[in-house]
């Protein structure tokens, strides 16, 4: 019988040998994609461990198929299953545009204040990509996924609660706006800045890498975004004084990092999306608020190759979702055709933060090996010379022969 993961009193995850792992196979082509990593993700756990660990994999339901079958979207025994098991996986999920439907995706970040999307980016020798040295490329965007723009906090235009903040805006600041506004409210705080930066630092430590930058646009949002640049200055300084330094300091010594330091810089939002281009070898570990860490994780994902090829998470105390990064794809639904890649290097991150790093290696050895050998799905091979083009499901056995 398998077992749960739990957690300890200091708020560590303690993962047994055969854990249950919600998934939800998620919209259009999400099934398709599930089938194929399926395969992938076990046969790396039996080769790893040699039958000494092993994943029971529990499927839930959510999304806009799972409303239309059962009118939820959300179901509550997929919430029980999530709160009880704690790491779960996830396909794509649709958010139809309209009035009244809220985003399963940014339900789900709310239900289990899952504060950090985390996406670390690095390119697979052989995938294309629209850049001349994709090797450059090896950061991991932390990105506070709970607060910002992205909170949902706006009135349209015309409506009595426009017109109520309109009005107190005019009494706060003397400003004027026009009563065809609309509205959306900007909230960043010191407790949602600190949580975030202090995970991003702390995988740092854990990773041992070099430095960890602040991207914010504090010159001209002083207090949202300014706020998250200080408060992130001193999450460093007041947590972890003793491995960090920041740039100016470093400066101060001639530039030269003393050994064993991580340096903690801060960089503006638009010179950063210049710099991921024109020096990427300079940054690894991203800290961003919620809007420009969106942009910013699919601007990096596009300089490796894709969507097709970036793994995600979302990441909170206690519970965590890995999930592949790019969407339901509906006009590939049922036809075995789409790249199952990037939940599979979602799932190669939910291993590794299980610890179990060899089948994490495994899998990401397995797709090196396939795009090597340029046995791939469509959307690489249209940009590969000689390449073979394959099925979703014949490109997962292509990883598991290359492992
Ligand atoms: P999309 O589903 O990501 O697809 C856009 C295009 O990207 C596809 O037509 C395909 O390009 C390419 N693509 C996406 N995934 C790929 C993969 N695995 N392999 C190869 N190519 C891939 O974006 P969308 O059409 O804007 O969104 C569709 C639905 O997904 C919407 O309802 C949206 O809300 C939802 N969505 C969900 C999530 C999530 O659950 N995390 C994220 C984003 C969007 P080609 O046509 O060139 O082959």
Known sequence: ??????????????????????????DGVGPDIWKASQPVFDAAVAK????????????????????????????????????????????????????????VNVLLRRLFDLYACIRPVSHV?????????????????????????????????GTPEAAKVIALI??????ELGPDTSIGIKPISEKGTKRLVRMAIQYAIDHKLPSVTLVHKGNIMK??????????????AEEFGDVTITEEEVGKLGGKVPDGKIVIKDRITDSMFQQIL?????YSVLAMPNLNGDYMSDALAAQVGGLGMAPGSNVGDGYAIFEATHGTAPKYTNLDKINPGSLLLSGALMFEYM??????????????GAVAAKTVTYDLARQMDGATEVA????????????
């Open 1 to 26: 019988m398998a077992s749960t993961i739990t957690m300890a009193e200091n708020g560590k995850l303690i993962i047994p040998d055969d854990p249950i792992i919600p998934i939800i196979p998620g």
């Open 125 to 157: 020798p052989g995938v294309p990509s629209p850049v001349k040295d994709p090797d450059a490329v090896n950061m991991v965007i932390f990105r506070e996924n709970t607060e910002d723009l992205y909170a949902g906090i706006e009135w349209d235009a």
């Open 48 to 103: 790893a461990y040699g039958g000494t660990k092993k994943i029971e994999w529990l499927p839930i339901d959510a999304g806009e198929t799972c409303w239309k079958n059962t009118g939820e979207f959300v179901p509550e025994a997929s919430m029980e299953a999530i709160t009880k098991y704690r790491v779960a996986l996830k396909g794509p999920l649709s958010t139809p545009v309209g009035k009244g439907f809220r985003s």
């Open 278 to 282: 024109l020096r990427p070898r300079e």
């Open 170 to 175: 005019k009494e706060l600041t003397g400003r």
């Open 392 to 403: 979703c499901s014949a490109f997962g056995r292509a990883i598991c022969e290359h492992m």
């Open 223 to 236: 207090f949202t975004e300014g706020g998250f640049r200080r408060w992130g200055y001193e999450c460093a």
């Open 355 to 368: 610890g179990w790093n060899e089948a994490a290696n495994l899998v990401r050895k397995g797709i090196a």
